[in-house]
């Protein structure tokens, strides 16, 4: 088990939605199952929207933590949920 430590890592607070996901959709696809995803993210839209899209997707949302200057940092582990 990965201890926390992505294996990639993608920005998305220069771009909005629904260019956020894809961009987010993108990366994961690049990744093995069960490899972590880190994701720098803005608040509002994308915090909302995106962790429910890759549930969606069937990939695990591990750990949200507000960075405290009105981004976020996700990290997703690949397929996680299947």
Same mark, same amino acid.
């Given at each position: 088990?990965? &201890? !926390?430590?992505?294996?990639?890592?993608?920005?998305?607070?220069?771009?909005?939605? #629904?260019?956020?996901?894809? &961009?987010?959709?993108?990366?994961?696809?690049? +990744?093995? #199952? *069960?490899?972590? +995803?880190?994701?720098?993210?803005?608040? !509002?839209?994308?915090?909302?929207?995106?962790?429910?899209? +890759? &549930?969606?997707?069937?990939?695990?949302?591990?750990?949200?933590?507000?960075? !405290?200057? *009105? @981004?976020? @940092?996700? %990290?997703?582990?690949?397929? *996680? %949920? @299947?």
């Amino acid at each position: 088990m990965n &201890k !926390g430590k992505a294996d990639a890592f993608v920005d998305i607070t220069d771009v909005v939605c #629904p260019v956020t996901f894809v &961009k987010v959709k993108v990366a994961i696809e690049e +990744l093995e #199952p *069960g490899q972590i +995803l880190e994701i720098r993210m803005n608040e !509002g839209e994308p915090i909302q929207n995106v962790p429910r899209s +890759l &549930k969606d997707e069937d990939h695990k949302v591990i750990r949200v933590e507000n960075n !405290g200057d *009105g @981004t976020y @940092t996700v %990290l997703v582990e690949k397929d *996680g %949920l @299947t």
